[in-house]
């Protein structure tokens, strides 16, 4: 498993890393670890995840008609 090494925090940096890592309940280096996969995760937004559940779920037919009746203008009066 690769390994990283980090030099140089300030001890500002490295006291509120242990904090946190407390009131997480887990390790400095867990907690790292969580902050670093956190930041990086690709982010899957709403949709997609409401499509991957439809999928599971076998798909859904909706009928789907568009109304065609023109727009009436705004008025701003």
Do not use: C, Y
Not at 11 to 28: F, I, P, V
Not at 41 to 47: K, N, Q, S, T
């Amino acid at each position: 498993m690769p390994a990283v090494t980090v030099r140089n925090l300030t001890e500002a940096t490295h006291r509120a890393l242990k904090s946190r890592a407390a009131r997480h309940g887990r390790s400095t280096e867990a907690e790292i670890r969580a902050i670093l996969e956190e930041s990086v995760r690709p982010r899957v937004g709403l949709g997609s995840q409401l499509l991957a559940v439809g999928r599971r779920l076998g798909g859904v037919e909706l009928p789907l008609v568009r109304d065609k009746t023109p727009v009436a203008p705004a008025t701003f009066e």
